[in-house]
């Protein structure tokens, strides 16, 4: 390299350029005399008119180490011819109330000599292509005036695309940060603050969202208003994305905090509450913000729980990672209660700390008081019962017997434990039948024969009571009745009932006899008597006492000595009264519709005398000038009531001789017997007569 000076480039040359067209508008002393021209010939030229970009590859004298640190290196001429090497580094400035950029041209002339002492340059170029950060320049009207390659490269438009779009700021802002952004932007020029930094979306060409950090750099003019802005910006949606996560993930976990209903917190070496979660507002009605800082004495029931040897223990080793405990806790209102604690050790931001997780175990206190009452019922239930129990395991072995098993069986627990029961009180003749109601998986009744430890044999009620656990048994409770006085009890019974039933019997059929016997004498009297008055009334007498006597006869005849059934008695007894007073010059039909129904004797002896003073009186009366005759016999059950009713197609009952009839023997017994049932009677005339009675069975 030629210098006409060896000092030429010895101070650095500074020059004042337009912020885009980069037209020197001043230059310093310095640069005049280097480059020999004067001011006017320089100002309003550009600053690349005097030189051009050097191809470092072409320079053979400059080391490979020394070409990787250089960026853009210009060759600078003078007006004599000279020329240098320099770097140039730019700054953004206020000159004159506009922006413009100072650029100072460093000497790097040492850079291309044969030395090893090799420096870097001072500030960086004017070049903007290597910048690790997006830059923007804007005018006082926020109009774009530069838009950098890592602009391009991170809002997709080109520079030129930028500079033209008058409206880029509103399309690439999102709408939702816009009032932040001109928020920011009016704060700063209010303050007339010089830097800001703010962190917004943006929208790129291509229409994606991105997260951008802005740090932006601002010129004010004397009046204070702006003149230039000079921005930086980094994307930083991997980072907003990575917190979001992190934030996510921190309010999932305070969310699952916060969700146990148990309290939580967390205590250093010193007592004092570092942390809580929500569930301490429902164990001891504090808010997690008036607990925190304090001593976790304040939770714990003066002189019921040492909160102190949780530490001690930690401190001799005692505690490991988790540690359980039952104490007492203290509400914000003062209320005591019994809590269990579960201790975990643990870390709080770098600081050793227990994590305690509280609950009120109150319900669970009283339960397992309860649950002990029970148990302890059920003991004294189990042994002082009467009656024999024995627990059986799912071999069906004996695992515990009752005092009341050991009286009924002779059996101590400790000779028969282990033991399959079966095998120990069960004859022989019934092992198998045994075997079924032991296996049984429901809960089974028996009456049946057991073996003492004597031999004896025990009449016993068993009950099979399976212990069933999700459908599996699991166990089996064997409860025994003894019932050999009762046995002995029923065995009396049943044979004085028998004698009484046979007594009874034969009572039935001396009656029988007896009223039998009357009916003959009253036979032999109407053969002795010429009267026909008197033969009637003799013949009639005899067929009541007859309706009597069957009634006897059936009860005699029947296994059940208090009730007959009734149409079996009806039956009967109309076919004896047609035999006996049946008209052979007409044919009388008789129809039944009878239920079957049980009465006692009491009903059963008025029902038929009832029937043989109707039938009588039909036969005696209502057929007279008819041809055919015919009477209907029901006997109903209607819903709680029983209806009897006799029906004949005879001529019925004249009105002239209604009073006749009621006043006649026959009428007055069917009243008085209507009455012995507690009956309701009707008597319809007019296609021959009814009578209708109604009464409830006796008993119901």
Not at 30 to 48: E, F, N, P, S, V
Not at 73 to 86: A, E, M, T
Not at 290 to 318: C, E, T, Y
């Amino acid at each position: 390299m030629h210098r006409k000076d060896e000092t030429f480039f010895g101070s650095q040359c500074m020059f004042v350029c337009d912020q885009i067209s980069l037209k020197i508008l001043d230059v310093n002393d310095i640069a005049l005399q280097k480059l020999g021209y004067d001011r006017k010939g320089i100002l309003g030229t550009k600053l690349t008119d005097f030189g051009k970009e050097v191809d470092l590859t072409k320079e053979d004298s400059i080391s490979p180490e020394v070409l990787d640190s250089l960026d853009e290196v210009w060759n600078l001429k003078s007006s004599d011819g000279d020329h240098c090497h320099v770097q140039f580094s730019s700054h953004l400035i206020n000159y004159k109330g506009k922006p413009a950029k100072l650029i100072v041209a460093h000497d790097i002339e040492s850079l291309f000599a044969e030395t090893k002492n090799v420096r870097k340059p001072v500030s960086s170029p004017i070049g903007f292509e290597n910048f690790p950060m997006a830059e923007i320049e804007w005018n006082r009207d926020l109009k774009i005036l530069r838009w950098s390659t890592k602009a391009e490269e991170l809002f997709g438009w080109t520079q030129e695309e930028a500079i033209s779009n008058k409206t880029l700021l509103r399309d690439f802002v999102h709408p939702d940060d816009l009032s932040l952004v001109r928020q920011e932007l009016n704060s700063t020029v209010n303050n007339q603050s010089r830097t800001n930094s703010i962190v917004n979306r943006n929208f790129t060409k291509s229409g994606k969202t991105i997260y951008c950090e802005w740090y932006n750099s601002f010129l004010f003019d004397d009046e204070g208003n702006i003149v230039s802005v000079y921005s930086l910006v980094v994307d930083i949606s991997a980072r907003v994305e990575a917190m979001e996560r992190s934030r996510r993930s921190m309010q999932s976990y305070r969310d699952l905090f916060d969700s146990i209903s148990d309290a939580i917190y967390l205590i250093n070496d010193n007592g004092e509450i570092l942390g809580a979660n929500e569930g301490l507002k429902l164990t001891f009605g504090y808010e997690p913000k008036d607990v925190i800082g304090n001593h976790f004495k304040m939770l714990s029931a003066p002189g019921k729980f040492d909160g102190d040897r949780l530490f001690n223990l930690r401190k001799k080793g005692k505690l490991g990672k988790r540690g359980k405990f039952e104490g007492w806790g203290r509400k914000v209102n003062g209320e005591v209660f019994p809590s269990e604690m579960l201790v975990n050790t643990g870390s709080y931001f770098g600081e050793d700390v227990l994590i305690i997780i509280e609950r009120d175990i109150s319900e669970r206190k009283l339960a397992e008081e309860e649950l002990q009452k029970r148990e302890q019922l059920f003991s004294e239930l189990f042994n002082m019962s009467p009656l024999g129990i024995v627990l059986l395991n799912e071999h069906s072995e004996i695992m515990m017997v009752n005092k009341g098993f050991e009286k009924i069986f002779e059996f101590t627990q400790d000779e028969i434990h282990g033991l399959e029961l079966d095998k120990v009180i069960v004859p022989e003749e019934e092992f198998e039948h045994a075997k079924k109601l032991t296996a049984t998986p429901n809960v089974s009744e028996e009456v049946c024969k057991r073996v003492a430890k004597s031999g004896e044999l025990i009449d016993v009620i068993i009950y099979a009571v399976p212990i069933l656990i999700d459908g599996k048994v699991i166990a089996r409770y064997g409860i025994y009745v003894d019932i050999t006085d009762r046995k002995q009890a029923e065995e009396q019974i049943i044979s004085s009932l028998k004698e009484k039933e046979v007594l009874l019997a034969e009572i039935h059929h001396r009656v029988k006899n007896n009223l039998a016997v009357i009916t003959g004498l009253l036979e032999l009297q109407s053969y002795n008597t010429e009267n026909n008055n008197a033969k009637i009334i003799l013949r009639e007498s005899q067929m009541r006492i007859h309706s009597i006597a069957l009634v006897h006869e059936k009860l005699y005849q029947n296994e059940n000595l208090s009730e007959i059934q009734i149409h079996q008695y009806i039956q009967e007894l109309a076919g004896n009264v047609k035999d006996t007073m049946g008209i052979k010059s007409i044919p009388v039909e008789i129809n039944y519709d009878l239920d079957e129904v049980s009465l006692v004797i009491t009903q059963a002896i008025p029902c038929g005398l009832l029937l043989n003073e109707v039938l009588t009186n039909s036969y005696k009366h209502a057929f007279k000038g008819i041809e055919k005759g015919q009477i209907d016999i029901n006997f109903k059950k209607k819903d709680e009531l029983l209806l009897f009713s006799i029906k004949d197609n005879g001529v019925g009952i004249h009105h002239e001789d209604q009073e006749r009839i009621e006043k006649s023997l026959g009428m007055k017994l069917i009243r008085t017997l209507s009455k012995q049932l507690n009956a309701s009677m009707d008597i319809l005339n007019g296609e021959g007569t009814e009578f209708i009675f109604k009464f409830r069975k006796e008993g119901e």
